[in-house]
């Protein structure tokens, strides 16, 4: 029994010295935004410069319109949200509950599309999107992220928990499947709904690929493209890079840090399904 002893300290220390080494860049990007610009190159080097500028948060504004993208990555980010919530959640209530023929088929295709790499639908959806005139707009963006696999999928194995009792007396009020959808499973289906949401959140406010390829204007980047084009060729203003670089983390680190709860819970429930 006495080595079980230290199994709970020697996991606290090892988790400790993890988290440690994943956060120290995020506290280095903090600690180099408040440096003047010799400071950051300086050896040894150190946390903290003689001075703390904090005029750099508002220094980075007169070289790049950096509002302007924060509210293009919001407005994006918050569009693919709301839209893979609606179609992942009534696509997995369709393979969950409904009966129809070819349904486990269509099922295992819609995944496989999965095991497909971003890179080799590139092309064709950018020849799409030049068809439709689309590029350098943000519905390039916005428009083939509409719909998740992956999603579906989540909210399919979420689905598949819930007792077909309270499905049945829906039935037997005469609720349709629609209505069932809506009044029932939606409701029950929030913490895996929240912790769909934050992935969503987290690929589409990260995403700097797709971006890159359809923006070209300055006025209709998104953050990640336009912390690319604060790197000067010859020169970089880096404390202001990573003030804006620590402003573009903070919302999800918000997000996150507010839904850790709902976001635990709806992964392990989304992980469980009937026998």
Not at 254 to 268: E, H, K, M, P, Y
Request: proline share 6%; hydrophobic share 50%.
């Amino acid at each position: 029994m006495k080595p079980r002893i230290w199994l709970k300290p020697t996991a606290h220390v090892i988790l400790l010295i993890g988290s440690i080494i994943m956060l120290f860049p995020f506290i280095w990007s903090v600690c180099t935004s408040l440096k003047n610009v010799n400071e950051v190159f300086t050896y040894p080097p150190r946390f903290f410069g003689e001075e703390l500028k904090f005029t750099n948060y508002t220094n980075m504004t007169d070289r790049f319109p950096i509002v302007r993208f924060f509210f293009n990555t919001l407005k994006i980010t918050v569009i693919v949200v709301v839209f893979q919530l609606i179609t992942s959640s009534m696509a997995g209530y369709v393979f969950a509950r409904l009966r129809f023929r070819f349904r486990e088929g269509l099922f295992g295709l819609y995944l496989a599309t999965l095991m497909v790499p971003a890179q080799v639908t590139m092309i064709p959806t950018f020849l799409l999107m030049k068809y439709y005139g689309l590029l350098d707009s943000h519905w390039s963006l916005i428009l083939p992220s509409l719909v998740s696999a992956f999603g579906t999928f989540l909210l399919r194995q979420f689905f598949s928990t819930i007792p077909e009792a309270l499905e049945e007396a829906a039935k037997i009020d005469g609720c349709t499947p629609f209505g069932i959808y809506w009044r029932i499973f939606v409701p029950l289906s929030k913490p895996a709904l929240a912790t769909l949401g934050i992935f969503i959140m987290l690929g589409t406010w990260n995403d700097f690929v797709n971006p890159l390829v359809f923006i070209n204007s300055m006025s209709k980047m998104t953050l990640t493209l336009g912390l690319a084009n604060m790197q000067g060729l010859y020169s970089t203003d880096w404390p202001a890079l990573m003030a804006a670089t620590v402003i573009t983390v903070l919302p999800i680190l918000i997000v996150f840090l507010s839904a850790q709860d709902i976001f635990v819970r709806g992964v392990t429930l989304s992980g469980l399904k009937e026998g």
